[in-house]
């Protein structure tokens, strides 16, 4: 039998009634006769509650008591889940991330896990104990618990997994799947049965919010392979149980996928920000002086465009960053401006950036063409463009959203069965 960790999130188990439902589905892999460990996140809304209690107490606050009061859902979650096993019979106990213990590095709120010791969760499943553990958080070297950032629960899970070499790692969420492109938009986006990991990751941090970004990152560096699938089918709805093949979609390495489309999905991110340094000296340096400050500030660059002048002397910086840090940015920039050098700054909300996703693009010509095309004939303008080897990311405006997502999931043939 197999060796599995099963993730749920907030919607997953929102209430009650919800954890028993949880419950059902452990209860299935136990009775199978696998290994079992359980991450849980809080119950839908309680994070946003405890984070809205810690500000009102103090707008700032000491981030170590911060952490200790967000991390308590996750360990109410834990509590619960395992009370309503142990009333089905099902030997369980709870852990909280301390107690593992999951050691993490000193960055209190958005820790980063360092090392886990689950040799005790191992041992105890030789006598068939399942173990429900408390998600998104850890203990840090000043002893203190410590947090992952939200939706750290999927990065606790992949961690988990890795630790105790689970043959899979099931995160169970309110999607049945991968789909792709986002369904609220295209009807006819199709959920995927498998997709590689880079696939994975690009889709993640291009604005599909299926998975965190950081737990794609550990399952592709530990070869954990991850099935998205749904918390709210019938635990014991035909294929559920079917270890091989049940309903979702694998997240695993590109080998064990045999046929792969040139492109797999069509991700997009609302709300990017563009700024622009116009009449830039042209300069060794110069680049540096401007992003340092900030990538110092916490500001998150994206597409980045130089247009170098006629004379060569000058040269106007185009890139964009998300909206939320757009009066950030521009406070960088304006404080710095005499080192950057630059002579005027502009800046424009309200753009998408809308991406095109597959490994095949290695050895296909003409991706990028195809979304050129498509985006033309619709009359949708294209403001930036980046690339990397399995993606093209396209910036325009927000308004065209909606159709530019339709017009490339249909002209990559997304939209067939």
Same mark, same amino acid.
């Given at each position: ?24 589905? *452990? ?8 290994? *079992?460990? *359980? ?9 946003? @509650? ?41 030997? /369980? ?67 988990? %997994?890795? /630790? ?21 938009? +295209? ?14 990751? +690009? ?9 965190? !970004?950081?737990? *794609? @990152?550990? /399952? ?12 709210? +089918?019938?635990?014991? #709805? ?17 080998? @064990?996928?045999?046929? $792969? $489309?040139? !492109?797999?999905?069509?991700?997009? %991110? ?16 110069? /680049? #540096? %002086? ?6 110092? %500030?916490? !500001?998150? !660059? ?45 800046? @424009? ?29 619709? &009359? ?17 405006? &927000?308004?065209?959203? +909606? ?15």
């Amino acid at each position: 039998m197999a060796r599995i960790v099963l993730k749920f999130g907030g919607t997953s188990v929102a209430d009650i009634d919800r954890i028993k439902n949880v419950a059902r589905h *452990v209860k299935r892999e136990v009775d199978a006769g696998h290994d *079992v460990a *359980v991450v849980v996140s809080a119950m839908s809304g309680k994070t946003n @509650e405890l984070v809205g209690w810690c500000r009102a107490a103090s707008p700032i606050h000491d981030a170590r008591e911060y952490d200790a009061v967000v991390a308590s859902g996750e360990q109410v979650t834990a509590g619960l889940l395992a009370i309503t096993l142990q009333a089905m019979g099902v030997n /369980a106990r709870s852990w909280q991330g301390w107690q593992i213990a999951i050691k993490t590095d000193g960055a209190h709120g958005a820790a980063r896990i360092q090392e886990i010791d689950a040799a005790e969760i191992v041992r105890r499943f030789a006598d068939n104990q399942v173990a429900v553990i408390a998600g998104f958080q850890g203990i840090a070297p000043d002893n203190r618990i410590a947090t992952l950032g939200r939706g750290g629960s999927d990065t606790s899970a992949v961690a988990v %997994a890795a /630790a105790i070499k689970a043959d899979r790692c099931d995160i169970y969420t309110d999607v049945d799947g991968v789909y792709t492109t986002d369904p609220r938009i +295209e009807p006819k986006a199709r959920r995927m049965s498998r997709i590689s990991f880079e696939e994975m990751l +690009e889709m993640a941090s291009l604005g599909a919010k299926v998975l965190q !970004v950081r737990s *794609v @990152e550990l /399952a592709m560096v530990h070869k954990v392979r991850m099935f998205v699938r749904s918390s709210f +089918e019938d635990p014991d #709805a035909p294929g559920m149980g079917d270890f091989d093949n049940p309903p979702g979609t694998l997240i695993c390495d590109e080998d @064990e996928i045999v046929e $792969q $489309q040139v !492109v797999t999905g069509i991700a997009y %991110a609302r709300d990017e920000a563009q700024i622009s340094l116009r009449r830039v000296e042209d300069q060794p340096g110069v /680049a #540096a %002086a401007i992003f340092g400050p900030l990538a110092e %500030a916490g !500001v998150n !660059v994206d597409m980045i465009v130089q247009n170098i002048s006629e004379s060569g002397a000058t040269t106007d910086m185009t890139f964009t960053v998300p909206a939320g840090d757009l009066q950030k940015a521009t406070a960088v920039l304006e404080t710095a401006k005499s080192a950057m050098r630059y002579e005027a700054i502009q800046s @424009e909300q309200g753009l998408t950036k809308v991406s095109v996703i597959g490994v095949g693009m290695r050895s296909h010509t003409g991706v990028a063409a195809t979304a050129f095309k498509a985006l033309a004939s619709r &009359g949708i303008n294209i403001r930036a463009i980046t690339t990397s080897e399995i993606k093209i990311s396209i910036l325009i405006d &927000g308004e065209y959203t +909606e159709l530019a997502v339709r017009a490339l999931h249909s002209v990559y043939g997304l939209d067939k069965p």
